[in-house]
Structure formats: structure tokens, C-alpha cells
């Protein structure tokens, strides 16, 4: 296998080792409070994020083990010792996309949910999740500047993500009542501050190479934890 030069660190490892156990601990704690719910949204929310909890502890378990990985050519150097002998590599998690793959779906099929959306919305919204993972996965493994062009196409994406969460989600709440609206606009500004906050640490990490991987570890643990467990937390309290 090709070594990175630019790999996570011991700290950067021992971060993932908290995200595992506490995203192993949320999975638990939601399992069980499903089993507990007497509302049937409450009971698929807390269900949802506790399958999306479960997916995270493993993708970080694995990247705490130091696997799920491949070497990838970085576009920009950015000083690094080796940039004089060769073209510099640096470590992508493969792994953390393929949990992104299957949790941010739930997630936001969980926001569409509390909103009372339609069929129809929750899956033009899926779609365009995906759209985001799998162009954000492309343009991590593409050395040259053909990235951009892929975070271009996620971007786009990404529009059309916030315009279903801002207008599109917020009116088939309003329709539920101006409570369930005020926790549905709530819940939405967490998640629109966590897709803009991917897009700025992909741009740091994988795509400009501007921090460590172990920063951008702490940076996308950040945003997980963020995304995952204090999202559902707070869907699962507006469904109580």
C-alpha cells in the first residue's frame, strides 16, 4: 500500500477514539428511547438517529484504527518537507464519506419528517444529499484542480438542499402551526450551519490542503456530532 506523507497524528486518533465512544453511547441512549416513545414520529426520529449514530462509531472507529484510507496527491503543497523530493500525498478517509452516505440521508429525511413534508420532497431532498457526498468523495481523490470542478457540482447541490430546508420544509411546517414552525426553523438553522461548515472544511482539508488531517478530524468531528446526536436531539425533543 502507498504511505501518505501527510497522515493523522496520535492526537488526531485519540479524537476519533472520543467520537467513537460517544457516538456509540448516543446510538444506545436513542435505540432506547425508541423503544420507549409513545409517538410514532418521535419513535422513527430517535430510530434514525440512532442508526445514524451507530454508522458515525463505526466510521470513526476505523479511522482511529487508521483504516479506510488512500493516498491522494495533494494540489497544494503548502510547505510540506517532502514537496522538494516529490509531489507530496496526503491521507483521504474514504471511510468517513461512506458514513456521510448513509447518516446524512437519515438526518434529513428526519427534518422533512417533523415538517410533515411529501414523499416527494424527502426524495428530491435525499437526492441532493447524495449528489453532495459523492461529489465531495470525487473531488477528494482527484489530485489535480479538477477537484473544484466536483466541489462546483456539490455546491450546487448544496443550493438546492437549502432552498428545500429554508422555504420548501419551513412551509409544510407553517402549515402544522406556528409552533411546530418555530422548532422546525430551530432545528434547520443547525443543519444549514453544518452543510456551509462541511463545505468550508473540505475546502481547508481534502481540497486545498490548508490543515492537518488530524485538524480536519477535530474540524469534521466538530460538525458530526453537531449534525448527528445534537440534531437528532433536538428534532426528538420538538417530536416529544
Known sequence: ????????????????????AITALCAMAFAITALTASKKLLLTVCSLTASSCYVMSMCYFAMAADIGWIAVDVEFTRGTRTAQDHHPSRQIFWVR????????????????????????????????????????LSGAVIPSDYK?????????????????????????????????KRKYVQCSTLVMAVWVGYGVAWGLSEGGNVISPAEEAVFYGILDLLGGPVFGTLVALAAY
Open 97 to 136: 464519506y461512506v458514513s456521510w452516505f448513509i447518516v446524512t440521508p437519515l438526518l434529513m429525511t428526519e427534518l422533512f419528517l417533523l415538517a410533515s413534508a411529501s414523499t416527494g420532497v424527502i426524495l428530491v431532498e435525499v437526492f441532493l444529499d447524495l449528489v453532495v457526498i459523492a461529489t465531495g
Open 148 to 180: 473544484w470542478a466536483y466541489y462546483f457540482y456539490g455546491a450546487i447541490a448544496c443550493g438546492g438542499i437549502g432552498y428545500q430546508v429554508v422555504f420548501t420544509g419551513r412551509r409544510a411546517a407553517a402549515v402544522q402551526g406556528p409552533e411546530l
Open 1 to 20: 500500500m502507498l504511505l501518505p506523507d501527510i497522515t493523522i497524528s496520535n492526537w488526531g486518533k485519540a479524537w476519533c477514539w472520543s467520537v467513537t
